[in-house]
């Protein structure tokens, strides 16, 4: 619906100023009617059933007409809705969004635990599309690539270029199952062509799983997705026959994914019958989640760590754990993110997730954190506990809602802002400086490990095990900074000595622990290297292997 039919009338003789300033109100008011109109018309009458308001559909069309005739210019009125409706949303709570179809698909995916691809990471870090690590039982394992294969052309789509996107990378290797893909190969100085057939891909929402000591497991959860309890379960039998006795669940920067599967898996941990989540809001009746049945784990010790950016289904995971008194939560306050989202599905495969309900724990206290002062104000939250010294001393923690909760056995905890942990771990701040934090804006030091373990690789893959890799780039690590520095200089990042001084155990740790990842071997190694020396897990771990992680009426 295009026009560029003019106004009827002529405009009085303004200044071009004021004219401009009265065309933009009117068109201002003409979108934001438009966007109203719009979206109670879809959402009160095509999913909820509701009639229309009296004349309301009237408006809609004349809001049409009016900018499809008058407007001073032509008008694509698909893409106003596109940009209008997240708009809209926004001003309802921090999280309805609008997805189009592409969003929606992604999203879809990284959730339900698997797409169709020929399994593959890679890094697109170089001028060509480089494999990282290929995933075991995959297409490409089937195949043959390698990690450190260049991958040149996919079907007749080259890869080769600067600044070539994942999304690219993607678009091009992806496609329906059991197609066909043919690859050019570089591996070396030899050259050949690969036909992949593509299937099913897993996407692991588990990070690492690993004895991180004698009978303790760690596993460390990126997500919440359709299968994360199916994948904890497979880790846990992996390791009994190593006596899993205890076991040290890793939510940091989880920021949350399927209600369903942290129930389904936090159940595993409680009695029969107990009460997980409910949810509740002002057109949606309460809902409880128990668990039904006797955890298959209640008795083992766990111990559960947060921070800052865990969020919504891993708050539910540790709320449930804190208020049943099950163990104890390490670490700092969560990010307080309880709101339910429903998706509905529009005609072209968008979708609307739109906000109707609060989750609220076991004890009744609400996860949500105000964002009553506005969006700019919630995301700027998490900058604010940094500069009021939250992250680093549990006296600077800020209760917004001081109403009091009690658990199970009647500790006092405490809603509206997350979940506060019971042991206070502070951020790390040992060789964080200006210098530090330029180096990880510049992106310098991903560049340079997978650049340092794509020239070594040969080598650096040639170690008997893990551990003597690990202990050998342990043993360069101070070389490994220097000669960091030094590329990050040439890459317009100028070296400050004192401040390299002080950051130099800090880069250590990062630079060993992404040059073994790069190198796409055991896929816990990252975390195996970065857990030896992170003062989180280390306290986690201590809490975990005494009488510690269990709850007290005095904690």
């Known amino acids: 619906m295009q026009s560029n039919s003019t106004h009827p009338t002529t405009p009085s003789p303004t ?14 008011t003409y979108i934001a009617v438009f966007c109203i109109i719009f979206l109670l018309g879809v959402f009160t009458s095509v999913y909820f059933g509701i009639g229309r308001r009296r004349g309301s559909s009237g408006k809609l069309e004349q809001i049409f007409s009016l900018i499809d005739r008058f407007y001073v210019d032509s008008v694509n009125l698909d893409s106003l809705e596109e940009q209008s409706i997240p708009y809209v949303l926004s001003q309802l709570d921090p999280h309805s969004v609008y997805l189009n179809a592409e969003l929606n698909r992604q999203e879809t995916e990284g959730l339900e635990g698997s797409f169709a691809g020929i399994g593959v990471q890679f890094n697109t870090l170089l001028d060509t599309v480089v494999v990282v690590r290929v995933i075991e039982g995959g297409p490409s394992e089937r195949a043959g690539l390698q990690p450190g294969d260049r991958i040149l052309r996919a079907d007749t789509t080259s890869l080769v ?5 994942s999304d690219d990378v993607m678009k091009a290797l992806k496609g329906p199952e059991d197609t066909v893909v043919r690859l050019l190969i570089q591996r070396g100085k030899k050259t050949f062509e690969s036909s992949v057939v593509r299937g099913l891909v897993p996407v692991a929402t588990i990070d690492a799983a690993y004895m ?22 497979q880790a846990y039998a992996e390791h009994a026959s190593q006596g899993v006795e205890r076991v040290l669940i890793d939510l940091r920067d989880n920021g949350g994914g399927y209600l369903q599967a942290a129930t389904s898996l936090v159940s595993e941990f409680l009695g029969a019958g107990d009460l997980l989540v ?9 809902e409880d989640f128990k668990s039904p049945r006797d955890g298959r784990l209640r008795k083992l ?3 559960v760590l947060v921070n800052e950016n865990s969020a919504s289904a891993s708050e539910i995971f540790a709320g449930a754990i804190q208020d049943l008194d099950r163990a104890l939560i390490v670490g700092r306050r969560t990010f307080g993110k309880g709101l339910v989202q429903v998706p509905f599905d529009l005609p072209d495969s968008s979708v609307v997730r739109l906000t109707v309900a609060r989750y609220y724990t076991p004890s009744g206290r609400s996860i949500q954190k105000s964002y009553a002062k506005g969006l700019e104000a919630y995301i700027e939250d998490i900058e604010d506990r940094y500069l009021h010294g939250e992250l680093f001393s549990a ?21 509206g802002g997350g979940i506060t942990p019971d042991i206070f771990v502070p951020r790390d701040s040992t060789g964080i400086n200006s210098y530090y934090l ?23 893959t040639g170690f008997a095990s893990p551990k003597a890799l690990s202990d050998y780039l342990w043993s360069i690590g101070d070389q490994l900074v220097y000669s ?13 000595p004192g401040m390299l001084q002080e950051s130099l155990s800090i880069l250590k740790r990062d630079l060993v622990a992404l040059v073994a990842d790069m190198l796409g071997g055991e896929r816990n190694l990252y975390y195996r290297i970065r857990n030896e020396r992170d003062p989180e897990v280390q306290r986690a771990l201590q809490c975990l292997t005494t009488n510690e992680w269990k709850p007290t009426k005095s904690r």
């Open 15 to 28: 200044s071009g100023t004021n004219h401009r300033k009265g065309r933009f109100l009117r068109t201002l």
């Open 161 to 165: 270029r600067d600044s070539i996107s």
């Open 212 to 233: 991180i000591q004698p009978h303790v497991l760690y596993v460390r959860l990126n997500k919440w997705g359709a299968q994360t309890p199916l994948e904890f379960q």
């Open 278 to 286: 409910y949810n509740q809001g002002a057109h949606y009746p309460r």
């Open 301 to 303: 010790p766990i111990t």
């Open 395 to 415: 006296d600077s923690i800020s209760q917004p809602d001081t109403t009091k909760y009690y658990t199970r056995m009647g500790r006092v905890v405490y809603g």
């Open 438 to 460: 330029r180096l990880l804006r510049s992106g310098t030091i991903q560049r340079f490990a997978f650049s340092y373990a794509d020239m070594n690789r040969s080598r650096l």
């Open 484 to 496: 960091y520095a030094s590329y990050a200089q040439g890459q317009g990042v100028p070296q400050r």
